[in-house]
Nanobody, 121 residues
């Protein structure tokens, strides 16, 4: 069974930094894109950043220049370095991965359980 487990969330002051990690485990054959989303209560989940398996990235306009997504393919892990954090970055952050498990012939999207990021003013 495939699992995505996030870590690194917490409380930080405005202007501070946090680094989120998300490790995929289980019988994984291949991972294509990995991404970070965020969601506030009552709002739709929105894309923060995405990275392909060869390292191409794209970001939401609201985080460009402040957040950096990266991945370690050997560890099946994606990271989100968040700098110059603002109170409006407060959300639950979710990672996802487009992957093929060892038990499947097709790719599917898997989600982590979410990690809370709170930025105080």
């Amino acid at each position: 069974q495939v699992q995505l487990v996030e870590s690194g969330g917490g409380l930080v002051q405005s202007g501070g930094s946090l680094r989120l990690s998300c490790a995929a485990s289980g019988r994984i054959f291949s991972i294509r894109d990995m991404a970070w989303y965020r969601q506030a209560p009552g709002k739709q989940r929105e894309l923060v950043a995405r990275i392909t398996n060869n390292g191409n990235t794209n970001y939401a306009d609201s985080v460009k220049g402040r957040f950096t997504i990266s991945r370690d393919n050997a560890k099946n892990t994606v990271y989100l370095q968040m700098n110059s954090l603002k109170p409006e970055d407060t959300d639950v952050y979710y990672c996802n991965a487009d992957l093929r498990s060892g038990l499947s012939l097709s790719f599917a999207i898997y989600w982590g359980q979410g990690t809370q990021v709170t930025v105080s003013s």
